[in-house]
C-alpha cells in the first residue's frame, strides 16, 4: 500500500512539473501575460502578509485530556515577547487554581504527567505517510499511544517544547515551594525564571 501510494506522488508531481513547464512557457510567449502574472503574484504576496500580520491570532490551546497541556498556534516569532506571555499565563493559572486544586500541577501524576504546566507548538503532520508522525495536535483529544501502529509519545516531540514550568521545594524548608520555569528552543534550556508562590501550599 505505501510502494503505491508512493508511486501514485510521483506520478502526481510528474503531473504537475509538466503542466507548470507549459504555463510558464505559455506566459513568457507575451510581455502582456508576463506583467499579469506578476501583478497577480505582487497582489497575493501582499494580501498573505497582511492576512499574517493583522488577523492570524496567537492560540494557547488546553488539551482535552492533559489540562497541564497547552499548544500554541500561530506562535509570534519574537521569542522573548512569546516567554513574556507564557510566564503570565503560568502565573495566572497559579493564581486561579493551585491553591485550590493543588493536585492537579503536581508533578508525574496522570493528570500532568509531564510538569505543572507545559506549553508546545502547535504541530500537524499532512500525513501524506503512514509512518508520519501526527504532531502534538494528537495530544489535544487523545493521550499517549505507547504500543499502537503508530507510537505518540510526547517526549518525540522535543523540538515542538516552549516551556515547561514545574513546582520545586525549597531545600532548607520541606514545606515551602517555588515555581520553575524554563523556556526552550530545539529541545534545549535557553532560559529559566523562577517564580515565588505567594502562598504556602499543601501537596499531600
Known amino acids: 500500500m505505501e510502494i503505491v501510494f508512493i508511486f501514485f506522488l510521483i506520478l502526481l508531481f510528474g ?5 507548470s513547464y507549459k504555463i510558464v512557457k505559455w506566459v513568457i510567449a507575451r510581455k502582456g501575460r508576463v506583467v499579469g502574472v506578476v501583478s497577480i503574484l505582487f497582489v497575493t504576496i501582499v494580501s498573505v502578509t497582511i492576512y ?6 496567537m492560540e494557547f490551546i ?22 513574556n506571555i507564557i510566564k503570565k499565563i503560568v502565573v495566572e493559572k497559579i493564581d ?18 509531564y510538569a505543572a504546566l ?8 499532512s500525513r501524506l505517510s503512514i509512518f508520519q508522525d501526527y504532531g502534538t ?9 505507547l504500543g499502537g501502529f503508530s507510537v505518540e509519545d ?36 535557553v532560559k529559566i525564571d523562577t517564580i515565588i508562590l505567594q502562598k504556602k501550599i499543601n501537596l499531600k
Open 15 to 19: 503531473i504537475v512539473l509538466f503542466l
Open 52 to 57: 499574517q500580520l493583522f488577523f492570524v491570532k
Open 62 to 83: 488546553q488539551s482535552n485530556v492533559y489540562p497541564n497541556l497547552y499548544l500554541v498556534k500561530n506562535e509570534i516569532k519574537n521569542r522573548d515577547s512569546l516567554n
Open 96 to 113: 486561579l487554581n493551585f491553591i485550590d486544586n493543588g493536585k492537579k500541577y503536581i508533578e508525574n501524576t496522570h493528570k500532568a504527567p
Open 118 to 125: 507545559a506549553f508546545y507548538n502547535y504541530s500537524k503532520s
Open 137 to 145: 495536535t494528537y495530544f489535544i483529544d487523545h493521550e499517549e499511544d
Open 154 to 189: 510526547l517526549s518525540m516531540y522535543q523540538n515542538e517544547k516552549l516551556a515547561i514550568f514545574n513546582i520545586r521545594l525549597y531545600k532548607n524548608d520541606s514545606t515551602q515551594h517555588y515555581g520553575l520555569l524554563e523556556y526552550y528552543e530545539k529541545g534545549d534550556v
